[in-house]
T-cell receptor
Framework: QQQVKQSPQSLIVQKGGISIINCAYENTAFDYFPWYQQFPGKGPALLIAIRPDVSEKKEGRFTISFNKSAKQFSLHIMDSQPGDSATYFCAASKGGAGSGNTGKLIFGQGTTLQVKP | DSGVTQTPKHLITATGQRVTLRCSPRSGDLSVYWYQQSLDQGLQFLIQ???????AKGNILERFSAQQFPDLHSELNLSSLELGDSALYFC????????????FGEGSRLTVL
């Protein structure tokens, strides 16, 4: 119930195309869904995040779509650029002030994105 | 730069040995999380400390231990090392105990030969 499943494992997109990465979760208590971007030799960095009270969040070329009933969320990268080539991780956590809530992130397995020029 | 500092960046050691990884969280952050990243396991949560106290435990082996000191820096101790312990170990910090953005360091790459 703690798992977050991510697909695809790898993705190749042409410059200017749309990259789509999908995640599914099981635990309905999760209430925070971030996406992290990781470049080789670096730590993961927060890209964009959403809470389940909204169905979509957009920041520049990056959009999260959230489907609470299906327990799925996805990252869309519009106008993909070679500089977007990195590994992307979805994650989920249970935050808030309730007992047992630690805010620990449960990560998906990651998607390696390559954007070809 | 996330503001989270990890040392050493690289470490090569032999099986059976013991190592200590160090993490300095961002200024003002009270929570420290440790994650292990290996090729086949992704990012696995190990343990969390909040203001010096252990708050959550994940898939941390008994050979591993951690602590958070009064100045809020944290150390992850790995003992009786095995080949399979070779991985990237990340420290992350946040202000609160549960909510808020998690900031990651650049990791310590451990190679066990």
């Amino acid at each position: 119930q703690q798992q977050v499943k991510q697909s695809p494992q790898s993705l190749i997109v042409q410059k200017g195309g749309i990259s789509i990465i999908n995640c599914a979760y099981e635990n309905t208590a999760f209430d925070y869904f971030p996406w992290y971007q990781q470049f080789p030799g670096k730590g993961p960095a927060l890209l964009i995040a959403i809470r389940p009270d909204v169905s979509e969040k957009k920041e520049g070329r990056f959009t999260i779509s959230f489907n609470k009933s299906a327990k799925q969320f996805s990252l869309h990268i519009m106008d993909s650029q070679p500089g977007d080539s990195a590994t992307y991780f979805c994650a989920a956590s249970k935050g808030g002030a309730g007992s047992g809530n630690t805010g620990k992130l449960i990560f998906g397995q990651g998607t390696t994105l390559q954007v070809k020029p | 730069d996330s503001g989270v500092t990890q040392t050493p960046k690289h470490l090569i050691t032999a099986t059976g040995q013991r190592v200590t990884l160090r993490c300095s969280p961002r200024s003002g952050d009270l929570s420290v999380y440790w994650y292990q990243q290996s090729l086949d396991q992704g990012l696995q949560f190990l343990i969390q400390y909040y203001n010096g106290e252990e708050r959550a435990k994940g898939n941390i082996l008994e050979r591993f231990s951690a602590q958070q000191f009064p100045d809020l820096h944290s150390e992850l101790n790995l003992s009786s090392l095995e080949l399979g312990d070779s991985a990237l170990y990340f420290c992350a910090s946040k202000k609160g105990a549960n909510t808020g953005e998690l900031f990651f360091g650049e990791g310590s790459r451990l190679t066990v030969l």
